[in-house]
């Protein structure tokens, strides 16, 4: 079963679903859904994290296909798909599957481009920290955060407060919530196959960047995603990094506002 947390319960507008990146929690959307009331906003964690150790199936497929399991479940016919980075393929797949119960796709820093193409698919496995003692691990967080220049002061206390709890207690050692098999299950995965979609009707379709860290290769995967893609708006977010659901939550949902998503009063249900 998935493990997922919902916010803004009592709204009653359109409902957001939201699939967060590699190696994070669901919780990295609580800011995002502060910034979103009148929306529905469910947040699903991804296979194997979040100390869900006891799941054996990785797949995308077998993810998509429990996702829409709960969303059925919870009466939820149609909504808005959000995906932080690999998070940003994942709802593309899903569409591709359940294309009928999606209102639109925002692609949050990732899914415009096959990672097949341009990282090596016989890369090192993902290993995980483990950290002794307490102070290490605050002092690595801090010094990770504080390399963030462009980050509020503000925005920095949240995330440092979401990276700390990123780590579980466990036999005396701080460890990190996610399964490695499904690290690397995952990341194999997208490696292997292309889940950017061929749009063939029109979509609403969001595209947003971060200006930081991007690398050479990123003017030619846009340009790319957008030949197929045609319909897509591309919006490059000022000041912001890669985990843009909590390092830039206020852009992000202004963007969502603007570009994608209807007065909450609307019954699209």
């Given at each position: 079963?998935?493990?997922y ?14 699939i ?5 929690r669901?919780?990295i959307?609580e800011?995002?859904a502060?910034s ?6 469910l947040?699903?964690d991804?296979?194997?994290h979040?100390?869900r ?6 797949s ?8 829409k399991k709960?969303?059925d ?8 798909f959000?995906?932080s ?7 593309q797949?899903?569409y591709?599957?359940y ?7 925002t692609?949050?820093?990732?899914g ?7 990282e090596g698919i ?8 483990i ?16 390399s ?6 503000s ?11 990123n780590?579980?207690r466990?036999?005396?050692l701080y460890v ?7 690290l690397?299950?995952l ?10 979609i061929q749009?063939?009707?029109e979509l ?8 930081q860290g991007k690398?050479?290769?990123e ?9 197929s893609?045609p ?9 912001s ?15 969502l506002k ?12």
């Open positions: 079963m998935l493990h947390v919902q916010y803004n319960v009592e709204d009653v507008g359109p409902t957001i679903i939201a967060p990146a590699l190696g994070e669901k919780e959307f800011e995002l502060k979103l009331k009148g929306y529905r906003f947040a699903i991804l296979p194997g979040n100390n150790s006891f799941q054996k199936d990785f995308i497929e077998t993810y998509i296909t429990e996702i709960l969303l479940r919870l009466s939820i016919s149609k909504a808005h959000v995906g980075s690999i998070g940003a393929w994942i709802i797949s899903y591709q599957s294309a009928a119960s999606v209102l639109s796709l692609l949050l820093d990732g415009y481009y096959f990672l097949g193409d341009y016989e890369e090192s496995e993902i290993e995980l920290p950290i002794e003692k307490l102070v290490d691990l605050k002092t690595a967080i801090k010094e990770q955060v504080d963030m220049d462009m980050l509020p002061s925005n920095k206390v949240i995330f440092e407060s979401y990276l700390l709890k780590f579980i466990k036999d005396g990190h919530h996610s399964n490695v098999n499904a690397n299950s990341s194999k995965e997208m490696a292997e196959t292309n889940y950017c749009q063939t009707k609403p379709m969001l595209l947003l960047l971060a200006d690398d050479d290769s003017e030619e995967q846009l340009n790319n995603f957008l030949t893609n319909n897509t708006t591309v919006k490059r977010i000022s000041d990094y890669h985990l843009l659901p909590i390092t830039n939550s206020n852009d992000v949902s202004k963007h603007t570009y994608i998503y209807t007065d909450p009063t609307d019954d699209l249900s």
